[in-house]
């Protein structure tokens, strides 16, 4: 069990353009999603926390306008990126925590690669 | 500020001996700790973890050591193999953190046959 999709894989997208990613648990209840980047060959780092029915905690540094979250139901929190741009272009990673589960366990998805020419 | 480090960028072993990954870390609030091993574009896949409370957690091949007064935590892997060949992440929580996940800065571990 604790199983996290993501969709989609990969995207290309043009500059300028808004790109909405998925991050779905299949098999619990999520009270609790993460948000990461990973820039190639560097660490994974947390963008936000997005809990159920309230708004996301960024860290900081992280434009909250920019990249949208919504974690509107208990398996399913999205990330759009708005405008994007070619610096955007990234490894995005959501994890989620199981409701009623250990606070210190994340599970994380496989990943979305995205592009912006 | 990197909080969460892994001074060795790259490590190669040859297959059967013993890889040691190692992390370092400056807040002293961290309990909790884990290590995960990622291959590009996937999403990382969890090794083993360790309590503040203990010093040691082994699970099959796999053990990672704390040193709290170092500030300083190591994952030995023994025998290495060559589907061992990964990037290695390690990761600190703390409860005061509301257990989100610090990731250092990954070591690329090849095993070499």
């Known amino acids: 069990g604790a199983v996290v999709s993501q969709h989609p894989s990969r995207v290309i997208c043009k500059s300028g353009t808004s790109v909405k990613i998925e991050c779905r648990s299949l098999d619990f209840q999520a009270t609790t999603m993460f948000w990461y980047r990973q820039f190639p060959k560097q660490s994974l780092m947390l963008m936000a926390t997005s809990n159920e029915g309230s708004k996301a905690t960024y860290e900081q540094g992280v434009e909250k306008d920019k990249f949208l979250i919504n974690h509107a139901s208990l398996t399913l929190s999205t990330l759009t990126v708005t405008s994007a741009h070619p610096e955007d272009s990234s490894f995005y990673i959501c994890?989620?925590?199981?409701?009623?589960?250990?606070?210190?366990?994340?599970?994380f998805g496989p990943g979305t690669r995205l592009t912006v020419l | 500020d990197q909080q969460v480090k892994q001074n060795s960028p790259s490590l190669s072993v040859q297959e059967g001996r013993i890889s040691i990954l190692n992390c370092d870390y400056t807040?002293?609030?961290?309990?909790?700790f884990l290590w995960y091993k990622k291959y590009p574009a996937e999403g990382p896949t969890f090794l083993i973890s360790?309590?503040?409370?203990?010093d040691k957690n082994e699970d099959g091949r796999f053990t990672v050591f704390l040193n709290k007064s170092a500030k300083h935590l190591s994952l030995h892997i023994v025998p290495s193999q060559p589907g061992d060949s990964a990037v290695y992440f390690c990761a600190a929580s703390s409860h005061s953190g509301t257990y989100k996940y610090i990731f250092g800065t990954g070591t690329r571990l090849k095993v070499l046959a």
């Open positions: 807040n002293s609030m961290f309990d909790y």
């Open positions: 360790i309590s503040s409370i203990k």
């Open positions: 994890s989620a925590r199981k409701a009623g589960g250990p606070l210190n366990t994340q599970y």
